[in-house]
């Protein structure tokens, strides 16, 4: 009877404790879909810190529940947590995505943001590239592989996935702009213009569709238009420095100055970062309207500011040099900086002190005067028949090249003048010296001209 007993209290018990596991594995499988309803509404009322909670009392029992693993990334994303959203997608993907309620395109589209985001443009790619298998005709796809073989420095691949996507929609503007871009740079001006000025059509703000514009047009020599898309780009914070920058150098290839001046002292005034290469280009070229404007002193103080930063900058340090008696020469820094009027006293009496008298004169640009002169003489010798004299006196900073007295030899010949003096405040290239060797034109170099200057009064 005992025995009995003692058995069937065992059986009851095993009965009841067998009963109580099936139980708890019943309700706590039955509590975990609840605990993911209720996760779910948690983020679709932006609650994401009791998400992240629930989701992790949901991982602690269930560490391999894909849901809850995708959810706790949303939640992470959301929050602004990017490496924690990446691990917890990255989790969800390696369980294996079976649920309804998980979007497959937005995961991989995460992770493919995230990859990127952190750079690691391959696993970006590999998402991408999923994804453009599942949905072939999704351009918005082959933009987001274009834009990361652009990163990649594959231009061609990142063409070709923006022609693709634009096969698909010819009048997407990212995907018009970014390709025009990438043509621009490798120099198919004519097919660049094509997808701008299509960008442009279907959305006439883009500003950046216009700087590239501008800068076609600048390299097609059509400064106007090139101008009036600068002047549309400026308009974006992102690019008013570069656009006013552009439209300054065209006007100083127009030879506006004074109103490149303008432009280029607003770009550098929004600019902060003197040590970029575009502040340097911009005093680059506010140096070279100033000195072209005979307004030296400006000129000098930016080309020191370059030298500053980056001393092998262009020319800057031969121009610092080709100036340096500005700080130690008076009179050839009245020759420098005198306006037009003043300059053209000076040069003046440049050619008196030489022995003539001017009688026709042409300005040359802000550079140096001609002169038509006729040799002076005591007047013991007023009888005899004075000759004409071509005079050239030039205070550009830059050496008298050969292509310019080969200019002044066919004045001569045309004007029938055997003999002419070219007077600069630098000096002359190797070939123009040989190009005189055997002509009579004498040549006047800065140590000359200091040495003339030193018997006139200014």
């Avoid at 990163?151 to 693709?164: D, G, L, T």
């Avoid at 959305?203 to 569709?209: D, L, M």
């Avoid at 004409?388 to 050969?402: A, G, H, N, Q």
Wanted: hydrophobic share 40%; aromatic share 10%; with cysteine.
């Amino acid at each position: 009877m005992l025995t009995n007993l003692v058995i069937n209290i065992f059986l009851a018990v095993l009965v009841v404790g067998g009963f109580s596991i099936v139980l708890f594995i019943f309700l706590r499988k039955l509590m975990s879909p609840q605990k993911i309803v209720l996760l779910r509404n948690l983020i679709k009322s932006s609650n994401y810190k009791l998400a992240i909670k629930t989701a992790k009392e949901i991982l602690g029992k269930e560490p391999n529940n894909v849901e809850a693993h995708y959810f706790l990334g949303e939640s992470y994303y959301n929050e602004g947590k990017f490496e924690l959203a990446l691990i917890e997608y990255k989790a969800a993907d390696k369980v294996g995505i079976h649920d309804k309620h998980i979007n497959e395109f937005e995961l991989r589209e995460k992770l493919a943001e995230l990859y990127s985001k952190f750079d690691n443009l391959e696993e970006s790619l590999k998402e991408y590239i999923l994804l453009q298998k599942k949905y072939p005709n999704d351009f918005v796809i082959s933009v987001k592989i274009g834009e990361l073989f652009e990163r990649k420095n594959m231009r061609e691949q990142a063409i070709s996935n923006y022609m693709k996507a634009l096969q698909q929609n010819p009048n997407y503007v990212p995907a018009l702009v970014n390709v025009g871009i990438l043509l621009y740079e490798s120099k198919r001006y004519v097919e660049a213009s094509k997808a701008l000025e299509t960008a442009i059509k279907f959305e006439p703000s883009n500003y950046k569709a216009h700087l590239y514009m501008g800068l076609i047009r600048k390299n097609e020599n059509n400064y106007k238009s090139a101008i009036k898309h600068f002047e549309i780009s400026v308009r974006d914070k992102d690019y008013k420095i570069r656009s006013l920058m552009e439209k300054g150098s065209l006007l100083m290839i127009m030879n506006k100055f004074d109103e490149a001046v303008i432009e280029l002292e607003r770009a550098l005034k929004n600019s902060d970062n003197d040590k970029s290469t575009l502040t340097l280009n911009i005093r680059f070229f506010l140096a070279n309207c100033y000195e072209q404007t005979r307004n030296i002193t400006e000129a000098i103080a930016q080309w020191e500011k370059i030298y500053s930063v980056k001393p092998d900058f262009k020319n800057v340090g031969e121009k610092l040099a080709s100036y340096q008696e500005l700080r130690m020469d008076d009179k050839m820094k009245d020759f420098l900086t005198a306006t037009n009027d003043e300059f053209l006293d000076i040069c003046k009496k440049i050619v008196i002190t030489l022995g003539a008298n001017v009688t026709e004169f042409t300005m040359l640009s802000n550079e140096g005067f001609e002169f038509y002169t006729l040799e002076g003489g005591d007047d013991k010798f007023r009888n005899v028949r004075k000759r004409p004299k071509l005079f050239y006196i030039f205070r550009k900073s830059t050496p008298v090249e050969e292509t310019i007295l080969r200019k002044i030899h066919e004045t001569m010949r045309q004007k029938e003048i055997i003999k002419a003096v070219v007077i600069t405040a630098s000096g002359f290239t190797k070939p123009a010296l040989a190009f005189v060797q055997e002509r009579p034109i004498e040549l006047i170099d800065k140590a000359g001209l200091q040495n003339i200057l030193k018997e006139i009064n200014i």
